[in-house]
Nanobody
Framework: QVQLVESGGGLVQAGESLRLSCAAS????????MAWYRQSPGNMRELVAR???????EYADSVKGRFIISRDNAKNTVYLQMNSLKSEDTSLYYC???????????????WGQGTQVTVSS
């Protein structure tokens, strides 16, 4: 059973920082990309940041210049450093691995259970 375990969420004030972590419980044969998404009540899940196997990154316009995604391949872990947090960053944050669990398997999406980030203004 593959589990992605997130940590680091919490309640902070506007302008403060948080660092999210997401670690896989298993070793994948290959990981194409790791990402963070977020979803607020009544809204669709949206991409926050993605990092590819080669280290390329992409960010939602709303977090560019404030959030930094990074990965530790040896630990099968992805991080999201969130700086200068705003009230509109309040959401449930999910990590995602687009990966191949075993050599013979197709690439698939794996999701964490979500960690709540609440920013008070």
């Amino acid at each position: 059973q593959v589990q992605l375990v997130e940590s680091g969420g919490g309640l902070v004030q506007a302008g403060e920082s948080l660092r999210l972590s997401c670690a896989a419980s298993v070793s994948f044969f290959s990981i194409n990309s790791m990402a963070w998404y977020r979803q607020s009540p009544g809204n669709m899940r949206e991409l926050v940041a993605r990092i590819t196997s080669s280290g390329g990154t992409e960010y939602a316009d709303s977090v560019k210049g404030r959030f930094i995604i990074s990965r530790d391949n040896a630990k099968n872990t992805v991080y999201l450093q969130m700086n200068s947090l705003k009230s509109e960053d309040t959401s449930l944050y999910y990590c995602n691995f687009f990966a191949r669990l075993r050599r013979a398997q197709l690439l698939g999406d794996y999701w964490g259970q979500g960690t709540q980030v609440t920013v008070s203004s």
